[in-house]
């Protein structure tokens, strides 16, 4: 079992910057693969990025919708996984979700087991 808590999130300005963190319980962290997801209002929960876990090499992902603005890192010495976001965009606005033990389509939100409670990020115009 894996508890996520993730922090950050809060309101800015379209162009300005957050980082997102997820904070995760348990001594085998590493060995997960992390996501990051977003979920606006009326709207499914979308994928945002991911990182595999560190004995494939912390490999990243990224849809073409985040792709150059957004970086998914990971700090296994503090169990936390980084969500940094720049150039926001209006349509950024979401609750942020982390998700760890992904079992197959690391794209898909339902390939994963644990899931954090969500931050919301609200970029205005």
């Known amino acids: 079992q894996v508890q996520l808590v993730e922090s950050g999130g809060g309101l800015v300005q379209a162009g300005g910057s957050l980082r997102l963190s997820c904070a995760a319980s348990?001594?085998?962290?590493?060995?997960?693969?992390v996501g990051w997801f977003r979920q606006a209002p009326g709207k499914e929960r979308d994928f945002a990025a991911a990182i595999s876990n560190t004995w494939s090499g912390g490999l990243t992902y990224y849809p073409d919708s985040v792709k150059g603005r957004f970086t998914i890192s990971r700090d296994n010495a503090k169990n936390t996984v980084y969500l940094q976001m720049n150039s926001l965009k209006p349509e950024d606005t979401a609750v942020y979700y982390c998700?760890?033990?992904?079992?197959?389509?690391?794209?898909?939100?339902?390939?994963?087991?644990?899931w954090g409670q969500g931050t919301q990020v609200t970029v205005s115009s």
């Open positions: 998700a760890a033990g992904v079992r197959g389509n690391r794209y898909a939100a339902g390939s994963y087991d644990w």
């Open positions: 348990g001594r085998t962290f590493s060995s997960y693969a």
